[in-house]
């Protein structure tokens, strides 16, 4: 499939696109990606096996409890201030809250725990793993009267983005239009957009492609400034380049497979590379350190990942082949190890956490 095969599956969300286009012209890539990850992620569970995708924490507990030990690691040499507040952005099932709270807790963190989350189905299956959660719609009504440990995993991926595309006469944003068979297709945009352009982009070749999202930079300037007001420190795992690079990465998945971004819309989770270069410029522009980022395989690596399979196998060898999978998925250079970064954050007064150079 490509661009052009877009809109093959009819239903509701395709149809209101179809008409808004028809009344009003092409709406923005942005538009068309925010609204059906809206309707995809309230409308059901899309972890697992049966859903659309797996995340590290459903891989394997390691995964969870290494995160855990770290913000058990870095609350303790803050002081271990009391209360703090656990945070966590598009928590799934609640498995990294559940592994990751546990292995803190033998270290005497335990927090209030947060989940921001806006799936009644998700928040559901939440409670039953999570023991006294708190749910949220968005940040702004956090607690901000203790220190917060945050934790992102694959939330920012989904968040909006925009394409813009370098012409002649500047920057214009790559629109979402319909060809003469009603197929949702790729089209240029007639409005300039250079001022929602990186500075250090505004003079690329004619042709260059970027993505920019300022959902994502809005939800990093506030955990930044709550960072800084309040004390604490975040991880943001997900995949992406250290840097921005040009190309289109959206994608679309469904049934653990690539599908056309434009077949499924609010039916299959649609995803781009985060921007960890801007999501950094943000965090320090608001006030907030930036700790480091790592790629994840080294970050896990470095927190003592192949000790804990190690031990895993020595109690349970007849199942060494699978913990070996788990552990080259989470941290081999050609499947998550890479890609996914780990990108640390704190108040300027906090300190430095492990696996960070």
């Known amino acids: 499939m490509n661009d052009n095969d877009g809109g093959l599956q009819d239903n509701g969300l395709a149809e209101s696109f179809r008409r808004l286009i028809r009344q009003h012209g092409p709406i923005s890539l942005a538009r068309y990606m925010g609204e059906s990850n809206a309707r995809y992620y309230t409308s059901r569970d899309p972890l697992g096996d049966m859903g659309d995708f797996i995340t590290a924490p459903e891989i394997s507990q390691c995964f969870g409890e290494l995160v855990g030990l770290w913000l058990a690691d870095i609350w303790v040499r803050a002081g271990q201030p009391d209360p703090v507040h656990y945070v966590e952005l598009g928590p799934g099932r609640g498995t990294l809250a559940s592994d990751a709270l546990r292995a803190a807790a033998r270290y005497g963190l335990k927090p209030t725990v947060h989940f921001v989350e806006g799936s009644a189905t998700l928040r559901q299956i939440q409670r039953g793993t999570i023991r006294g959660v708190a749910h949220h719609d968005d940040l702004t009504s956090l607690p901000d009267d203790a220190p917060m440990l945050l934790l992102a995993n694959e939330f920012f991926d989904a968040l909006p983005v925009h394409q813009l595309v370098r012409a002649a006469s500047g920057w214009h944003e790559r629109m979402v239009g319909l060809d003469d068979q009603d197929r949702f297709i790729f089209v240029a945009g007639d409005k300039p957009a250079d001022t929602i352009v990186p500075e250090s982009w505004r003079k690329a070749a004619q042709g260059t492609m ?25 991880l943001v795992i997900d995949y992406g380049a250290r840097e921005l690079r040009t190309g289109s990465t959206v994608q679309a998945i469904k049934a653990h497979k690539k599908v056309d971004i434009f077949d499924y819309p609010g039916e299959a989770d649609l995803t781009a590379h985060v921007d960890f270069e801007m999501l950094g410029q943000v965090a320090q522009k608001h006030g907030a350190k930036v700790l480091g980022l790592e790629m994840q395989g080294h970050w896990l690596t470095e927190l003592g990942i192949d000790t804990r399979f190690e031990a895993l196998k020595q ?18 250079d050609d499947q998550m190890g890479l890609l996914f970064k780990v990108l640390g954050i704190a108040a300027p007064d906090w300190p430095t956490g492990v696996g960070f150079s």
């Open 315 to 332: 109690r349970a060898p007849q199942q060494a082949e699978i913990f070996q999978r788990q552990r080259n998925r989470l941290v081999a």
């Open 210 to 234: 970027i993505e920019t999202s300022p959902a994502a930079a809005t939800v990093m300037g506030e955990i930044a400034q709550r960072l800084a007001s309040q004390g604490g420190a975040a």
